[in-house]
């Protein structure tokens, strides 16, 4: 081996080993576990268009309009959840993301719908504020705010364009994160992906197109894109994956700056991933919320071995934030297929390995490069010595083996929720047969939350 590459390999041994060898498990006990069941269903409002009054109507395989209720089975790859759609009203589901109030209370939000842009247009969106019976074990809707684009702020024609009261759907944003502030939300997007303001009574103020390193980020879903005319012509640019916008949004402790971190890697002109500390890296994008502006300042959150998404994002300090990683398992191991590659309707494909909380660091002195992982609670093995448990789990322990948990943030000093998205009615993770629920779990962590 040549010098020059010998002095190559311990340059990235050096830049790799210290993050690497920071990752220390730290205990978590399940302290409350609240379950929302997966059939929870509301209403859409009097005055939305009739369209509204049922959803799921195009999740067919060819995404042509059925009209017949419970006509469409959900299935999770080869597994049939016994749920079907379409739905009488608007399903309560795929929480994506949630932030603890002052006054005891959380702010969540129904994701885009149905999984994609496509199949998503009879599907609203709409945010939930939430109150937790630890001990009833029990989730309280409080109120649900629909979104609505009454100004036109969106940048392109949105579903119910003509309507009186043009609320959104599931085929115009796909919301994936929030933050609650004093005249209104902050939601990040994964279609653009985009960042986006709305008011406290749920109407659209700002669209903001997301820039890193001063050009323009943009997955396949961006409206600005279009296929050529011709097989022959030049398709068009994107730098993102479909489904790869900001799944987590994080707010300083002051409120001045937002930081949203997408699900996945920026591809690079060669094809490529970025990648920090030898790994694929997901990036984490200041906003100044003063300006309205990016401030040019950006992270790189490096991957676990095995890890392939986040799930949420939420700041403890000026410094430090809870970020959920995961795997695109879903499952117990005690349940897996003989074969991954012959998967069968009574076993799990792949089952989960990866599903953690990290707490990271991320700070002037590496702005640029990647943040610092200080820790990790394993979400597959949560101690639970005085059986709160409601569900799921084994002697002693509670687990969470869903393919998407996207919840998280610090109710005290010791202890955080976590939250999984049920993606219903496509999601069994729970079981082999049957749909996943909306479970919220109560984790003591006081030494993970106090870890340097």
């Not at 119910?160 to 502030?181: C, K």
């Not at 200041?286 to 986040?310: C, H, M, N, Q």
């Not at 687990?399 to 939250?419: A, C, K, L, S």
Request: hydrophobic share 40%.
């Amino acid at each position: 081996m040549k010098p020059s590459l010998l002095a190559a390999v311990a340059a990235i041994a050096l830049t790799t080993a210290p993050s690497l060898a920071q990752e220390k498990e730290f205990p978590a006990t399940l302290a409350g576990h609240a379950i929302l069941p997966a059939e929870t269903f509301v209403a859409a409002p009097e005055n939305a268009p009739e369209h509204m009054k049922v959803s799921g109507k195009f999740t067919t395989p060819d995404r042509r309009r059925t009209e017949e209720l419970g006509t469409v089975p959900g299935m999770d790859g080869h597994r049939p959840t016994n749920l079907s759609l379409p739905f009488d009203g608007q399903p309560v589901q795929g929480f994506s993301g949630i932030k603890a109030m002052e006054d005891g209370t959380f702010w969540s939000l129904s994701d885009n719908g149905f999984g994609n842009k496509l199949n998503s247009p009879d599907a609203m969106l709409m945010l939930h504020q939430l109150r937790f019976d630890w001990d009833g074990g029990e989730v309280e809707r409080l109120q649900t705010v629909f979104l609505t684009d009454p100004d036109r702020k969106a940048p392109f024609p949105i579903v119910l364009e003509g309507s009186d009261n043009r609320f959104l759907t599931g085929a115009d944003f796909d919301v994936e994160s929030i933050q609650p502030v004093a005249d209104g939300f902050w939601i990040g997007e994964e279609f653009g992906p985009y960042l986006l303001k709305f008011d406290a009574e749920g109407r659209l103020t700002d669209v903001f197109e997301t820039v890193a390193d001063g050009k323009p980020v943009r997955s396949p879903d961006h409206p600005a894109l279009a296929l050529p005319g011709s097989p022959t012509g030049k398709m068009p640019s994107f730098n993102l994956k479909r489904s790869g916008g900001y799944e987590g949004l994080a707010m300083s402790k002051d409120g001045s700056k937002l930081y949203g971190m997408l699900e996945g890697p920026l591809f690079l002109e060669d094809g490529s991933v970025e990648q920090a500390d030898g790994r694929t890296a997901l990036r984490v994008i200041e906003f100044d919320v003063a300006s309205k502006e990016w401030t040019g300042r950006s992270w790189f959150y490096p991957l676990a071995e095995g890890g392939e998404a986040i799930g949420d994002f939420n700041m403890l300090d000026a410094t430090t934030a809870l970020v959920i990683e995961r795997d695109n398992g879903a499952g117990v191991a005690a349940n897996a297929c003989a074969d991954a590659n012959d998967p069968k309707p009574d076993c799990f494909a792949k089952p989960s390995k990866v599903k953690r909380i990290y707490k990271i660091e991320m700070s002037d002195d590496n702005v640029g490069g990647a943040v610092r992982k200080i820790g990790y609670i394993d979400l597959l093995n949560i101690a639970d010595p005085d059986n709160r448990k409601r569900q799921g789990g084994g002697d002693g322990f509670y687990d969470m083996p869903f393919v998407t948990i996207e919840n998280v943030d610090r109710v005290d000093e010791n202890h955080i929720i976590v939250g999984n998205d049920n993606n219903l009615p496509f999601s069994a993770g729970r079981a082999v047969d049957a749909v996943d629920d909306n479970e919220f779990v109560l984790l003591e962590v006081g030494e993970f939350l106090k870890a340097e």
